[in-house]
């Protein structure tokens, strides 16, 4: 079975633009979760979905920063426009819901540079 | 708010050394408590995990006791591989409203293992 999935793996852009990142969870995992480690911090908590439905964005930093789950499987989030604090790796982490639900799967991240 | 607090790293060891990496964490409740390993360019990995007081998560020879007393998780292994050479992080786990779970981790320690 396919794990968490990521795309781009890196992405290099100016301060300004925009990019968009992608997610494909495990098959049938409801939850997805986005989540961010900066400069060597801590890895911080952005967002959760179950199916497409956004259930707690509190960890977004600002509007900057959009979410989106369309019919329930893969997910976006995009950058608009990218900052320099934005830098980082961006993790995906998926999970079933239910009782496993505590146990997340987490894909490779994408490692965004603003320039 | 909850937090997870763990040595700095990057910690040095012989191969067959003892491995401690400390992890403390400040929570209201009994959350469940977990490691995970991101191995050279790898995604974050599930080592193991414990749900309540005085378990004892373990796996790949590496063990964590859940100390509610002392409100740690120490990861420790008797004998550790360069293959372990890695960077590990402490987690806890919250129940999200509306369902899910999201985890707060601490800062990453990396782990060296020389020859």
């Known amino acids: 079975e396919a794990g968490v999935t990521q795309f781009p793996s890196h992405s290099v852009i100016e301060k300004g633009q925009t990019v968009t990142l992608r997610c494909d969870p495990i098959s049938g995992h409801d939850n997805l979760y986005w989540y961010r480690r900066v400069m060597g911090k801590e890895i911080k908590f952005l967002l959760h979905?179950?199916?497409?439905?956004?259930?707690?964005e509190s960890g977004m930093p600002n509007n900057r920063f959009l979410a989106e789950r369309t019919g329930g499987t893969y997910s976006t989030l995009k950058v608009q426009p990218a900052e320099l604090e934005d830098s980082g790796v961006y993790f995906c982490?998926?999970?079933?819901?239910?009782?496993?639900?505590?146990?997340?799967?987490f894909g490779p991240g994408t490692r965004l540079l603003v320039l | 708010g909850n937090s997870v607090t763990q040595m700095e790293g990057p910690v040095t060891l012989s191969e067959e050394a003892f491995l401690t990496i400390n992890c403390t964490y400040t929570a209201t409740g009994y959350p469940s408590l977990f490691w995970y390993v991101q191995y050279p360019g790898e995604g974050l990995q599930l080592l193991l995990k414990?749900?309540?007081?005085?378990d004892k998560g373990s796996n790949k020879g590496f063990e964590a006791t859940y100390r509610k007393e002392t409100t740690s998780f120490h990861l420790e292994k008797g004998s550790v591989q360069v293959s372990d050479s890695a960077v590990y992080f402490c987690?806890?786990?919250?129940?999200?409203?509306?369902?899910?779970?999201?985890?707060?981790f601490g800062t990453g320690t990396q782990l060296k293992v020389e020859l």
């Open positions: 987690a806890l786990s919250d129940t999200l409203t509306g369902g899910g779970n999201k985890l707060t």
């Open positions: 982490a998926s999970s079933q819901v239910g009782v496993s639900q505590e146990t997340q799967y």
């Open positions: 979905f179950v199916k497409e439905s956004k259930q707690d």
């Open positions: 414990a749900t309540k007081a005085d």
